[in-house]
Nanobody, 123 residues
């Protein structure tokens, strides 16, 4: 299973950005897909996940501003980010867990990772 994230960039505070993650290998529609982020000097923390059957989780810091969606026909998961803040600046990673019933908010719960895409929010 391979993941390729894209869509990062520089945006002003209050702006929006959409990240994409294309997954190849296996049966994407059965995967739990997650987004994590790692800011400078910080650990890699979960942003949210979307399970194969539509269950979602969002970190409190992004709830109401970010949304995860998926297009199973395109093997792609998206992270829509609105009302961006400077503290959202980080490298964003997509991750996949291929065991259908497994969901996790921990890094260790995901077997496959994308390469990361930088999001910078200027004040």
């Amino acid at each position: 299973v391979q993941l390729q994230a894209s869509g990062g960039g520089l945006v002003q505070a209050g702006g929006s950005l959409r990240l994409s993650c294309v997954v190849s290998g296996g049966t994407f529609s059965t995967y739990t897909m997650a987004w994590f982020r790692q800011g400078p000097g910080n650990q890699r923390d979960i942003v949210g996940f979307l399970s194969w059957n539509g269950n979602t989780y969002y970190a409190d810091s992004v709830k109401g501003r970010f949304a995860i969606s998926r297009d199973n026909a395109k093997n792609t998961v998206y992270l829509e980010m609105n009302s961006l803040k400077p503290e959202d600046t980080a490298v964003y990673y997509c991750a996949a867990e291929t065991t259908p019933w497994r969901v996790s908010i921990m890094r260790e719960g995901y077997s496959y990772w994308g390469q990361g895409t930088q999001v910078t929010v200027s004040s």
